[in-house]
């Protein structure tokens, strides 16, 4: 079955600090993994995706297969990155998405 | 890209009613999506809208309890029939984006409230 595990509900770190924000999945196929994020107030958006390989505000994500994570990074936190991330799952081409239970990152001044 | 707009963005219901959420999206899509976010809870998926034939419900939501319509590639609507305070979630539509991507474009959601 496919699932998506965010070990941390709540992560707080001080603003310059590197960030690290868990995420695990199953699945028996070759999925697609993506990083949603929340801020407040505002409406789920997508901030990246493992196909692309591509760093969005700073943030990066490596697809390890082998370990079946996809771990959301950040060497240097920013008080504008305090927001609630969600880690994904999807087969693709628009099939069904599932979610983590998401993580709240809160980065103090 | 795609912006999606949904009605009501919040409402406060009496249990046995039922509320009629709409989804209009401001270009033809193929794939809409229904999902459940329960109060500290993650987003569920409770269906995928298809146009001109049934909704595909996940495992646990029926469609005498969410029906579903999607008339045409930009609207759809769902509602919550006879609802509980067990209903009380901000219910979310979605799309998604090029087939290749797999992004998905949210609405701002619909919270409701059963008293």
């Known amino acids: 079955a496919q699932r998506v595990t965010q070990p941390e509900k709540l992560l707080s770190v001080f603003k310059g600090a590197p960030v690290e924000l868990k995420c695990n999945y199953s699945?028996?196929?070759?999925?697609?993994l993506f990083w949603y994020v929340q801020y407040s107030r505002q409406r789920l958006q997508l901030l990246l995706r493992?196909?692309s390989r591509e760093s969005i505000k700073g943030f990066t994500a490596d697809l390890n297969k082998g370990e079946t994570s996809f771990h959301l990074k950040k060497p240097f936190a920013q008080e504008e990155d305090s927001a609630m991330y969600y880690c994904?799952?999807?087969?693709?081409?628009?099939?069904?998405?599932?979610f983590g239970a998401g993580t709240r990152l809160f980065v103090k001044a | 890209s795609a912006v999606i707009s949904q009605k009501p963005s919040r409402d406060i219901c009496q249990r046995g009613t039922s509320l009629t959420i709409q989804c209009q999206v401001d270009?033809?899509?193929?794939?809409m999506f229904w999902y459940r976010q329960q109060p500290g809870q993650s987003l569920t998926l409770i269906a995928t809208?298809?146009?001109?034939?049934?909704?595909?419900?996940e495992s646990g939501f029926v469609i005498d309890k969410f029906p579903i319509s999607r008339p045409n590639l930009t609207f759809s609507t769902l509602t919550v029939s006879n609802m509980s305070p067990e209903d009380s979630s901000i219910y979310l539509c979605?799309?998604?984006?090029?087939?290749?991507?797999?992004?998905?474009?949210f609405g701002e959601g619909s919270r409701l409230t059963v008293l």
């Open positions: 270009s033809q899509v193929t794939m």
């Open positions: 699945y028996s196929g070759s999925p697609e």
């Open positions: 979605s799309v998604s984006g090029a087939r290749t991507t797999g992004e998905l474009f």
């Open positions: 994904a799952l999807s087969r693709g081409g628009g099939f069904k998405t599932i």
């Open positions: 809208a298809n146009q001109g034939s049934e909704a595909t419900y």
């Open positions: 493992h196909i």
